[in-house]
């Protein structure tokens, strides 16, 4: 004979709303709360962020704009000159140290005295082969260093690149970054408990609806009530379930007094009609006229029974 066995059946798994669906009221709200309150500082955050990394950035490309225009003044003396004759002047003192090197769209780049090779890639020969002014803004990296270049087109297929350490700025981006994050976290908590008062608050007519039912399910005691002074929706509602408890306590009420009435109305007949039915154990010892006022009178008290 086979012997048939079962696989046990795998509980099936629980996603985060049917978790949530079934948590407390409370919880959910304070859930709520802090969902609303991370994407609204989520969102005020990050676009501050933005705007002090743009701020810090712009100024850092006005140094270069600055720089760019000694470095144009340097190449206005030699306007038709190649990179033999016309080098990147080195920095100056008193002036933005910036790093400054000459690049044409064929030959190898030139860089300042005391400045390190900065990166060149095609997009920024192609500004050296465009007319003057023309100029393109990047992000480089050298030795490890974050640098923001500007390129700018000098005419006669030459341009020159300057370029900035976005070291302070990446620094000061990231120390607001961590206390954005600090301060998000606070506002969190905070509203996280602030939300937990304000539930509990706002909650407190539905626990005390919760507990009278809860008593009067395990009493039968229609008589208790919320008297709750709310004029709120929670307000209203425990109102009309003081109502319904009202309602139910007066018919329960009537209903008792229905059975109190009907047993003392069926009391008399019941026991009248109890008398005539063991008078019929001797129905045939009694006269004529006698047995049919007996007969008559059970007839007449069922009739009354069946009204």
Excluded: C
């Excluded at 949530?20 to 609204?40: F, H, M, N, S």
């Excluded at 004029?231 to 229905?258: C, H, I, K, N, T």
């Amino acid at each position: 004979m086979t012997e048939i066995t079962f696989a046990p059946v795998a509980a099936p798994k629980r996603s985060f709303w049917h978790w949530l669906r079934d948590t407390p009221l409370r919880v959910r709200l304070i859930v709520a709360a802090a969902l609303a309150v991370v994407l609204a500082l989520g969102g005020v955050l990050t676009t501050g962020l933005y705007e002090v990394r743009h701020e810090l950035r712009h100024s850092v490309e006005t140094q270069l704009d600055t720089a760019a225009a000694a470095q144009r003044l340097q190449f206005s003396g030699n306007p038709f000159g190649d990179q033999q004759s016309v080098r990147p002047a080195p920095p100056v003192p008193g002036q933005i140290n910036a790093y400054v090197q000459l690049i044409d769209n064929t030959t190898p780049s030139v860089p300042s005295e005391g400045s390190p090779a900065l990166p060149v890639t095609a997009a920024d020969r192609a500004v050296a082969a465009q007319p003057a002014g023309a100029e393109r803004l990047s992000d480089v990296t050298v030795d490890g260093q974050h640098l923001r270049m500007l390129t700018v087109a000098q005419g006669n297929d030459l341009a020159f690149q300057v370029a900035l350490p976005l070291t302070a700025v990446d620094k000061e981006v990231h120390h607001l970054g961590l206390s954005f994050l600090l301060f998000g976290v606070i506002g969190l908590v905070v509203a996280a408990g602030l939300a937990w008062f304000v539930a509990g608050a706002a909650l407190r007519p539905v626990r005390r609806l919760t507990s009278t039912a809860e008593e009067i399910a395990a009493t039968r005691d229609l008589t208790h009530r919320i008297a709750e002074t709310r004029r709120d929706e929670l307000g209203r509602l425990a109102s009309s379930f003081d109502s319904m408890l009202a309602a139910l306590e007066a018919s329960v009420g009537a209903q008792r007094q229905l059975v109190a009435d009907a047993s003392h109305e069926l009391r008399t007949p019941l026991a009248s009609l109890r008398t005539n039915v063991e008078v019929l154990h001797d129905l045939d010892k009694l006269p004529a006229s006698m047995r049919e006022d007996v007969i008559a009178g059970i007839v007449t008290q069922l009739e009354e029974l069946t009204a």
